[in-house]
Nanobody, 120 residues
Framework: QVQLVESGGGLVQAGGSLRLSCAAS????????MAWYRQAPGKQRELVAS???????NYADSVKGRFTISRDNAKNTVYLQMNSLKPEDTAVYSC??????????????WGQGTQVTVSS
């Protein structure tokens, strides 16, 4: 069984910062790509940032220069540092990871989501 647990969401004023964390646990053999997505009310889910094991980090244009994604492979954890937050960043943020379980099957796993609200 594999589980992703997010933390760090909350309410912040415009211009403020938040740091999200997402820890993977369970029967994990390997993790390749890790990513953060968000979904605002009435909108489709969108990719915020992704970080592969090796290779280029990818950001949505709307967050470039303000958000930073990073990972700690020893802790199976991905982070999203969000600075200069804007009201339009308000959304439920979810992490995703492509994980190979100890049964050697790759699959995509999702966290439960954490609410980020930015007030103007």
């Amino acid at each position: 069984q594999v589980q992703l647990v997010e933390s760090g969401g909350g309410l912040v004023q415009a211009g403020g910062s938040l740091r999200l964390s997402c820890a993977a646990s369970g029967s994990i053999s390997d993790i390749s790509n890790m990513a953060w997505y968000r979904q605002a009310p009435g909108k489709q889910r969108e990719l915020v940032a992704s970080i592969p094991t090796g290779g280029m980090i990818n950001y949505a244009d709307s967050v470039k220069g303000r958000f930073t994604i990073s990972r700690d492979n020893a802790k199976n954890t991905v982070y999203l540092q969000m600075n200069s937050l804007k009201p339009e960043d308000t959304a439920v943020y979810s992490c995703s990871a492509r994980i190979r379980s100890t049964r050697l099957f790759w699959d995509d796993y999702w966290g439960q989501g954490t609410q980020v609200t930015v007030s103007s």
